[in-house]
């Protein structure tokens, strides 16, 4: 939440303020690099890193949840589609807004709006996981990153398009906080770093990057309808997972994680 509330505040400032322009490199890299070393400042007076406590539940539910096995990757593969889709909005959605609706499309207005809209199911990820179960969130947020991809272009207004942005509670913030739940669920506390690692490079930035680069082609050869139509279908394919297999793949929530 506090990295949400960072981004709505510095995307208001760079909207507002005309110290960025996107048509100046220069300006962006001040901002960058002042940015990062204010972050840089505020990470030395961060506390020593304590020892984290024993688990207060099981980690796994029974031994059909060994750590790191088929059903660990599977997951890993459901949150790689997710993640793929929404390469699409991560790495051209600036893009396609200049494009589109040219230099009044309030650029980082539009970005701030998805960061405030995860803020509240962020806060209430324990009792909406507790509630309503890994599968069921799962497959909720994989349907909002199709359903947002297809309303850019099927109903491309400004105000359609703030709407769409409003789902980005849940294809981040449910999704996020749901596939960080399963780790930690899934995975022991002593191999859990190994386990986020593994969520991070592969299920988040492996399939950022290779979105990102398929997208690039098919955007400079096909445009932003085929570019967003085509990655809002991958998704898909992690809610048939779910839809057929995820109550074999994912644990049952303790009664006490809500």
């Known amino acids: 939440m506090a990295g949400s509330i960072g981004f709505i505040v510095i995307s208001v400032f760079l909207q507002f303020g005309g110290i960025v322009s996107g048509d ?3 300006s962006i890299l001040v ?22 406590p024993p688990p207060t539940h099981a980690a796994a539910d029974g031994p059909r949840f060994r750590a790191f096995d088929l059903r660990f990757w599977a997951v890993i593969g459901v949150v790689f589609l ?3 889709g929404m390469g699409a909005y991560y790495s051209f959605f600036s893009l396609y807004l200049r494009d589109t609706f040219g ?16 803020i509240a199911t962020i806060w209430f990820s324990g009792r909406l996981i507790g509630r309503w179960g890994l599968r069921s969130m799962l497959i909720v947020s ?20 703030s709407l769409a942005q409003l789902l980005h509670a849940f294809t981040f913030g449910a ?24 969520y991070n490079a592969l299920g988040v930035g492996c399939a950022s990057f290779l979105a990102s680069v398929a997208g690039g082609y098919i955007l400079e050869a096909h445009g932003f309808v ?21 109550r074999s793949l994912l644990p049952r929530i303790p009664a006490s994680a809500g």
């Open 24 to 26: 100046s490199s220069l």
């Open 31 to 52: 901002v960058f690099c002042a940015s990062a070393m204010l972050a840089g400042c505020a990470a030395t007076v961060l506390p020593a890193v304590q020892k984290a």
């Open 82 to 84: 997710g993640r793929f």
């Open 103 to 118: 230099g009044s499309s309030a650029v980082s207005m539009m970005w701030a709006i998805g960061a405030f809209a995860e």
């Open 142 to 161: 994989l349907s909002a990153v199709t359903v947002r991809l297809c309303l850019f272009v099927l109903a491309p207004s400004l105000a359609v398009i």
């Open 175 to 198: 999704f996020h906080t749901a596939a960080v739940a399963y780790v930690n669920l899934k995975i022991p506390a002593e191999r859990r770093g190994l386990g986020m690692a593994i």
């Open 226 to 246: 085929t570019l967003f139509l085509s990655y809002a279908a991958i998704p898909l394919g992690g809610i048939v997972i779910l839809a057929g297999f995820g």
